[in-house]
């Protein structure tokens, strides 16, 4: 059995992790996938597949305007679903929202997060704004919440990306339908194993739940005892004003600050690095330590999150408090060869396990069986 599948994500804007699940679905399903989204930036060459963007516009600029103006959009939209078998919403938070003109389909949803902004993050965006933009906030994120709950009622199932994404979903009251998790996978066969370089690094766009500051701040405790390594920072600048704070922090550091690398550079980076670092708060799952290990990487990862899944303590990687101090001594312990060759092998063998074709065939059987 082969169906028509309308894949929806509200934009797609950079070469994050998000946009490269989805394009790999489509890339490695059995059945046929069509992609729309609202807005696009990107036109993803190294892929066969056509984006349709249902508007030339771009990506609403500042967090409130983006969610007041983009969740309008969304949610007053009216897809062409004429032919096709079953929509499937890519959901991290205001996707869902196109389900509220477009219930006439069997609807699956692939969650990668809740919306940050609205579940757990209150503090993080409180502290952002003033009093005026705070209320505005408040009633942003209530609203939102409300639509959600809607919204949500017209998913027929719902395959999450991780465990963690799954206990959100639950902790959000958003569990009235079956829960599945399938794993994002990475493109095992593109990395490489290179040389035991003398650098660290740390790939993920910018912004700053990523926390690339906490990996400054632990690089910097490392290199009080190792001066002669250095920490590389890469990634599309999802927020050009964290993306200055982070260059700002990193100078004199010995931290390297690249933007927008090539697919190519960022195999090499991954190749002849000594390991990966990954500090991003209560990240959903990280494709970061897949594509680490596939390049035979060890990973210091804080211990919260999708890395607590996909990086066994001690094997692969370590994972460790939020603390420089604590991310500084696990880093110290990759400077021992012996123990970097035996976990360099450890790292394929464990990537092994998380391949796109895998992640497909995996999804295609969740979404199946609602046909």
């Not at 958003?174 to 593109?190: E, F, S, Y």
């Not at 920072?233 to 931290?255: C, H, I, N, Q, S």
């Amino acid at each position: 059995m082969t169906l028509d599948i309308l894949v929806y994500h509200p934009w797609i804007k950079g070469k994050g992790g998000i946009e490269r699940v989805l394009l790999e679905y489509a890339d490695k399903s059995k059945h046929n996938i069509d992609l729309v989204t609202h807005y696009k930036e990107e036109s993803f060459e190294d892929y066969s597949i056509e984006i349709e963007a249902l508007t030339d516009k771009d990506v609403p600029e500042g967090f409130l305007r983006k969610g007041l103006k983009a969740g309008y959009e969304i949610s007053s939209t009216k897809l062409d679903l004429e032919g096709y078998d079953l929509l499937l919403v890519s959901e991290a938070g205001i996707g869902s929202l196109i389900t509220l003109r477009n219930n006439s389909l069997p609807t699956a949803a692939y969650c990668h997060t809740v919306l940050r902004a609205a579940h757990g993050f209150k503090k993080h965006y409180l502290d952002k704004y003033s009093l005026a933009g705070s209320l505005a906030y408040i009633l942003g994120s209530t609203g939102y919440r409300f639509l959600e709950k809607i919204a949500w009622r017209r998913f027929d199932r719902v395959v999450c990306n991780s465990f963690n994404t799954r206990d959100k979903i639950v902790e959000a009251g958003l569990d009235r339908m079956p829960l599945k998790v399938v794993h994002p996978g990475a493109d095992i066969g593109k990395f490489k194993e290179g040389e035991k370089g003398d650098y660290f690094f740390y790939p993920s766009r910018f912004k700053g739940y990523k926390r690339q500051e906490l990996a400054v701040e632990a690089f910097e405790e490392f290199n009080q005892q190792d001066e002669d390594y250095r920490l590389v920072l890469a990634g599309f600048p999802d927020d050009e004003g964290y993306l200055r704070k982070v260059e700002k922090k990193a100078r004199g550091t010995g931290v390297e600050v690249k933007e927008d690398i090539s697919d190519e550079e960022l195999v090499e980076l991954y190749s002849n690095c000594l390991g990966v670092l990954f500090t991003a708060k209560d990240e959903d799952w990280g494709i970061v330590p897949i594509e680490a290990m596939a390049s035979g990487k060890p990973v210091v990862a804080v211990n919260e999150g999708g890395p607590t899944e996909s990086i066994t303590h001690g094997e692969t990687g370590f994972l460790t408090d939020s603390e420089p101090e604590k991310i500084a001594s696990e880093m110290e312990k990759l400077l021992d060869d012996n123990l970097y060759d035996k976990m360099s092998k450890n790292c394929k063998e464990r990537a092994e396990k998380f391949t796109w074709e895998s992640f497909a065939e995996k999804l295609d059987g969740e979404v199946e069986q609602l046909v």
